[in-house]
């Protein structure tokens, strides 16, 4: 099975503009989890979601970012507007219904000029 | 609300030494906890989850922790250090078998001196 798949693994954005991270969870895996990593610090939640529904963004930025998992196709977190201040690497992880280790993938470290 | 307070960012052992990584936690409810270790520019690898089983749980690479209630404590520990063992630890913890966003720690940045 192929892990977790993230792309792109490096984004670089000017002030302002749009960023789109990608996220291919592992075979039968049907949750989706998304962090956060600033430099010097741990991950931080920002979302869970499951098949076309968010569970729970309590640590999403109320606003300019967003995120989906569709029926069909990767999960996406979308920054808009990013500011110098998103730059960070973000991570996705993926569980299987049922157990309890989540997965991570390799993250995309996202750089705001 | 849950927290995670990893004692030390930096942690420097001599190869062949012992290693102990620090990793105390706040729940509301009985607690999952884990330990994943991250190599410079890839992601996260469990190394070990404690769920309400076992207190001493056996990890990959020869790590293990305890789960100690009464002190609220996860501590990680490996016998002897490895210089392929540098690397960031984190702690975290889950309400719920991992299925809840997981909670953090700041990380230990583990240093093996030759």
């Known amino acids: 099975n192929a892990g977790v798949m993230q792309n792109p693994r490096h984004l670089v954005r000017r002030r302002g503009q749009e960023a789109r991270l990608r996220c291919s969870p592992m075979k039968g895996h049907s949750h989706v989890y998304w962090y956060r990593q600033l430099p010097e610090e741990g991950l931080k939640f920002m979302v869970y979601l499951q098949k076309e529904n968010i569970i729970d963004e309590s640590g999403m930025p109320k606003e300019r970012f967003s995120a989906e998992f569709p029926k069909e196709g990767p999960s996406i977190l979308r920054i808009q507007q990013v500011v110098r201040g998103d730059s960070a690497a973000y991570f996705c992880a993926t569980l299987r219904e049922g157990l309890d280790e989540q997965f991570f993938g390799p993250g995309t470290r996202l750089t705001v000029l | 609300a849950q927290s995670v307070t990893q004692l030390g960012s930096h942690v420097s052992v001599s190869e062949g030494a012992l290693v102990l990584l620090r990793c105390n936690y706040s729940?509301?409810?009985?607690?999952?906890l884990f330990w994943y270790v991250q190599y410079p520019n890839q992601g996260l690898q469990l190394l070990l989850k404690?769920?309400?089983?076992?207190?001493l749980v056996k990890g990959i690479n020869g790590f293990e922790a305890e789960f100690k209630k009464s002190e609220t404590s996860f501590h990680l520990t490996k016998p002897s250090a490895h210089m392929s063992d540098a690397a960031e630890y984190f702690c975290a913890v889950s309400d719920r078998r991992g299925a809840d966003g997981l909670t953090f720690g700041k990380g230990t940045h583990l240093i093996i001196q030759p």
């Open positions: 404690y769920t309400s089983a076992a207190t």
């Open positions: 729940s509301s409810v009985p607690p999952y």
